[in-house]
């Protein structure tokens, strides 16, 4: 009996650009904060709360825009 498994390891494509941005800095190529030197690697997490954040307020108004609309329905049965 033989088990495969597949493991998806290393180093993605903000920690390659995060290694390049690391030692170009390093070395004096670049004179870069170290606020976009390390910007790759914290650059994903900020869209993806700035995504949920915008979901959030389009669902918020969405339910908003529903209650108005029943209660407006619900006036009009009256």
């Known amino acids: 009996m033989s088990s495969s498994s597949t493991s998806s390891g290393g ?6 650009l995060f290694l390049v941005f ?8 670049i004179a870069w904060s170290w606020w976009w030197v390390t910007a790759p690697l ?3 997490l900020l869209l993806a709360l ?4 915008v979901g959030g307020l389009g ?3 969405v339910d908003r825009s ?3 609309r029943a209660a407006k329905y619900r006036r009009t049965l009256r």
Do not use: N
């Open 42 to 44: 914290w650059a994903p």
């Open 50 to 53: 700035v995504l949920l954040a």
């Open 59 to 61: 669902m918020a108004a």
């Open 11 to 16: 180093v993605g494509f903000g920690g390659l």
């Open 66 to 68: 529903d209650r108005k």
């Open 22 to 29: 690391l030692v170009l800095k390093l070395t004096g190529v």
